[in-house]
């Protein structure tokens, strides 16, 4: 029984091809385990390993690297506040703290913090997988997490990639 | 005042606010015209010499030399690859992402020109993993301008062929080094490397690689363009032509300027920014990036010449990524530098240990000096510390105990303390001390 689904195998091996060594596609079929499964699981790092023919381990290695890659279930939706200087300064934390408040026991939704987003121009800001939203205060930024937590607003994957009709 | 921008690589995005980043819209503004040009020609050392001869310097924040680096290649040494360093991090540096969004068009064509001038056949782009939107319009132009003829085989009948690849990194600053990139897109951990090698002798996969950064390349079609002579007339001294810089803070007007070189620092603030917030004034500003060191009110610093090497040789940092980040007098420097420090703390890599460990304890003395805990001693025990990774404390983050920039940057924030604000921060630890005796 593999981890991936038949078409998600088909584009898992279209990946691997895009590379001169296997190895390569370690990150890109993390990103698609994520699309799938909504998280990074090991049988899903199990299966990578057979895709890119290096070791499991080798593939947990470089996993446990990143901090897009989920090794433990998240929510539906990842929220990603950035508190680093600029939107230090201009409300950042404020934001954080309000949002980890508000949906500490809502098991649908993940608050982080995280660095620097490259949206400093329109501090404070925050993504919701990976869509950004800027200039916020607390109260917008919630009014926005629960656009998507009531589907209002279509939100992409938790790896960040658009949902494939 | 200087507040006009001269818009080389940002103009299309501006001048097409709702197309510019489809295939129709960069077509029906000239993109992929150089592109025929140059292969229409066929002469890949003829675009070598022009971007040696444009002075064009890399954009990502070491400003070295593009054309030198290229001409680093080994003669007739194939495969070899082209990287598109597209993992923007640096806190306040917001232009690369606007690049990719706003423009992938005229980053493809450089990617393709540039492909051809140093004779490499297959190029990727390492693109932060964040940039969802950007990876949906970069992988989207991509596929087009390849229904189009301008990439893949035999590109527009030349006999030159490309295949590039988007790659998306999965969030550690690190991978905007080099080396680190070079690793993260091997499927490792995003470790550096011991250089030498260099990677034009052998980056990825052990071959012979060059790393660009995205504003870099995207330049490159303005300058074959124009010719390289020409672009070394805009800018000024041997910072050649303009410069996205992303401009944050407390500012009026936040965003993105292209700057030509040669203007101020003052300029940059009060000019393209619209100067500080109503009723506050500067306090400190940081000229290119979080790793280099601050500058402040003084006239010394806000007349400074907006010149990569003015400012190297006259202010002890750097204008870095093009990054200016601005506060004023509501702010607390400590508070900012113990931001920085939990930034490089939490983004080292772990390979070298004077990062690995200086980087945590520093951000935890700041974090006590920042939050009312401090002691008398605390800032020289942080150049105490900071020198363990960036021996001339003065100087840094240009010397080093580790492979990479990323730790001696810690030590940037810590030298800019004791520069401008020793007195200041004296005064507040004792009164601290004083509070919890």
Same mark, same amino acid.
């Given at each position: 029984?593999?981890?991936?689904?038949?078409?998600?195998?088909?584009?898992?091996?279209?990946?691997?091809?895009?590379?001169?060594?296997?190895?390569?596609?370690?990150?890109?079929?993390?990103?698609?385990?994520?699309?799938?499964?909504?998280?990074?699981?090991?049988?899903?790092?199990?299966?990578?390993?057979?895709?890119?023919?290096?070791?499991?381990?080798?593939?947990?290695?470089?996993?446990?690297?990143?901090?897009?890659?989920?090794?433990?279930?998240?929510?539906?939706?990842?929220?990603?506040?950035?508190?680093?200087?600029?939107?230090?300064?201009?409300?950042?934390?404020?934001?954080?703290?309000?949002?980890?408040?508000?949906?500490?026991?809502?098991?649908?939704?993940?608050?982080?913090?995280?660095?620097?987003?490259?949206?400093?121009?329109?501090?404070?800001?925050?993504?919701?997988?990976?869509?950004?939203?800027?200039?916020?205060?607390?109260?917008?930024?919630?009014?926005?997490?629960?656009?998507?937590?009531?589907?209002?607003?279509?939100?992409?994957?938790?790896?960040?990639?658009?949902?494939?009709? | 005042?200087?507040?006009?921008?001269?818009?080389?690589?940002?103009?299309?995005?501006?001048?097409?606010?709702?197309?510019?980043?489809? =295939?129709?819209?960069?077509?029906?503004?000239?993109?992929?015209?150089?592109?025929?040009?140059?292969?229409?020609?066929? %002469?890949?050392?003829?675009?070598?010499?022009?971007?040696?001869?444009?002075?064009?310097?890399?954009?990502?924040?070491?400003?070295?030399?593009?054309?030198?680096?290229?001409?680093?290649?080994?003669?007739?040494?194939?495969?070899?690859?082209?990287?598109?360093?597209?993992?923007?991090?640096?806190?306040?540096?917001?232009?690369?992402?606007?690049?990719?969004?706003?423009?992938?068009?005229?980053?493809?064509?450089?990617?393709?020109?540039?492909?051809?001038?140093?004779?490499?056949?297959?190029?990727?782009?390492?693109?932060?993993?964040?940039?969802?939107?950007?990876?949906?319009?970069?992988?989207?132009?991509?596929?087009?301008?390849?229904?189009?003829?301008?990439?893949?085989?035999?590109?527009?009948?030349?006999?030159?062929?490309?295949?590039?690849?988007?790659?998306?990194?999965?969030?550690?600053?690190?991978?905007?080094?080099?080396?680190?990139?070079?690793?993260?897109?091997?499927?490792?951990?995003?470790?550096?490397?011991?250089?030498?090698?260099?990677?034009?002798?052998?980056?990825?996969?052990?071959?012979?690689?060059?790393?660009?950064?995205?504003?870099?390349?995207?330049?490159?079609?303005?300058?074959?363009?124009?010719?390289?002579?020409?672009?070394?007339? =805009?800018?000024?001294?041997?910072?050649?032509?303009?410069?996205?810089?992303?401009?944050?803070?407390?500012?009026?007007?936040?965003?993105?300027?292209?700057?030509?070189?040669?203007?101020?620092?003052?300029?940059? =603030?009060?000019?393209?920014?619209?100067?500080?917030?109503?009723?506050?004034?500067?306090?400190?500003?940081?000229?290119?990036?979080?790793?280099?060191?601050?500058?402040?009110?003084?006239?010394?610093?806000?007349?400074?010449?907006?010149?990569?090497?003015?400012?190297?040789?006259?202010?002890?940092?750097?204008?870095?990524?093009?990054?200016?980040?601005?506060? %004023?007098?509501?702010?607390?420097?400590?508070?900012?530098?113990?931001?920085?420090?939990?930034?490089?703390?939490?983004?080292?890599?772990?390979?070298?240990?004077?990062?690995?460990?200086?980087?945590?304890?520093?951000?935890?003395?700041?974090?006590?000096?920042?939050?009312?805990?401090?002691?008398?001693? %605390?800032?020289?025990?942080?150049?105490?510390?900071?020198?363990?990774?960036?021996?001339?404390?003065?100087?840094?983050?240009?010397?080093?105990?580790?492979?990479?920039?990323?730790?001696?940057?810690?030590?940037?924030?810590?030298?800019?303390?004791?520069?401008?604000?020793?007195?200041?921060?004296?005064?507040?630890?004792?009164?601290?001390?004083?509070?919890?005796?």
């Amino acid at each position: 029984m593999s981890f991936f689904t038949e078409p998600n195998r088909v584009r898992a091996k279209e990946i691997v091809a895009r590379y001169p060594r296997p190895k390569s596609a370690i990150l890109p079929l993390a990103h698609l385990a994520q699309d799938q499964d909504g998280w990074l699981s090991a049988a899903a790092m199990d299966e990578i390993a057979e895709l890119t023919e290096v070791t499991a381990a080798e593939v947990q290695g470089t996993c446990s690297f990143y901090t897009m890659l989920k090794r433990r279930p998240c929510g539906k939706l990842v929220v990603s506040v950035c508190t680093n200087v600029t939107c230090l300064v201009t409300g950042g934390p404020e934001i954080l703290e309000h949002l980890e408040e508000h949906y500490a026991t809502d098991p649908e939704v993940t608050v982080e913090e995280v660095e620097c987003l490259a949206a400093c121009g329109g501090a404070p800001s925050m993504q919701v997988n990976y869509e950004f939203h800027e200039k916020l205060t607390a109260e917008t930024a919630q009014g926005i997490v629960d656009e998507y937590r009531t589907g209002s607003r279509k939100a992409r994957t938790i790896s960040g990639s658009v949902v494939q009709p | 005042m200087i507040d006009q921008e001269l818009r080389i690589v940002t103009k299309r995005l501006h001048e097409r606010p709702d197309d510019s980043w489809t =295939i129709d819209g960069a077509l029906a503004s000239g993109a992929y015209e150089t592109l025929r040009a140059v292969l229409a020609k066929g %002469d890949p050392a003829d675009v070598q010499e022009q971007v040696k001869a444009s002075g064009l310097r890399g954009r990502g924040g070491a400003n070295f030399a593009t054309g030198q680096k290229w001409s680093f290649l080994p003669a007739d040494l194939f495969p070899r690859y082209l990287v598109v360093n597209g993992d923007e991090g640096e806190p306040s540096t917001f232009k690369d992402r606007m690049l990719v969004e706003r423009d992938p068009h005229q980053l493809i064509e450089g990617i393709i020109v540039s492909a051809f001038a140093i004779q490499c056949n297959k190029a990727f782009v390492y693109l932060r993993g964040e940039f969802a939107l950007g990876y949906d319009r970069l992988t989207r132009a991509i596929d087009d301008a390849r229904a189009k003829g301008f990439l893949g085989e035999n590109i527009l009948g030349s006999g030159f062929d490309l295949e590039l690849v988007v790659h998306r990194g999965a969030g550690a600053y690190i991978c905007g080094e080099e080396t680190a990139l070079i690793e993260s897109l091997e499927g490792e951990r995003g470790m550096p490397r011991l250089k030498p090698p260099f990677p034009a002798i052998a980056g990825l996969y052990a071959k012979p690689t060059v790393v660009n950064n995205v504003e870099t390349l995207s330049t490159v079609p303005h300058i074959v363009k124009m010719g390289g002579a020409a672009y070394a007339e =805009i800018g000024v001294n041997k910072s050649t032509g303009t410069r996205v810089v992303a401009i944050s803070g407390h500012v009026k007007k936040p965003g993105n300027y292209e700057i030509e070189f040669g203007c101020t620092f003052r300029d940059v =603030i009060y000019g393209f920014a619209g100067g500080i917030r109503d009723g506050h004034e500067l306090k400190f500003f940081l000229p290119g990036g979080a790793s280099f060191q601050w500058l402040t009110d003084r006239d010394e610093h806000l007349d400074a010449i907006y010149d990569i090497d003015f400012v190297q040789q006259n202010l002890g940092t750097t204008l870095g990524s093009g990054a200016v980040m601005v506060f %004023d007098d509501s702010t607390d420097p400590l508070l900012v530098a113990w931001r920085l420090a939990k930034f490089y703390a939490h983004e080292s890599c772990g390979k070298c240990t004077p990062c690995r460990e200086g980087t945590g304890w520093i951000e935890k003395v700041l974090y006590r000096m920042s939050h009312g805990f401090g002691r008398p001693e %605390d800032l020289d025990l942080l150049i105490s510390v900071g020198a363990g990774i960036s021996p001339n404390v003065a100087t840094a983050p240009f010397t080093q105990t580790t492979l990479c920039p990323l730790g001696p940057s810690v030590v940037s924030p810590i030298a800019s303390l004791d520069k401008y604000f020793r007195e200041e921060i004296a005064e507040r630890l004792s009164a601290d001390a004083g509070a919890r005796a």
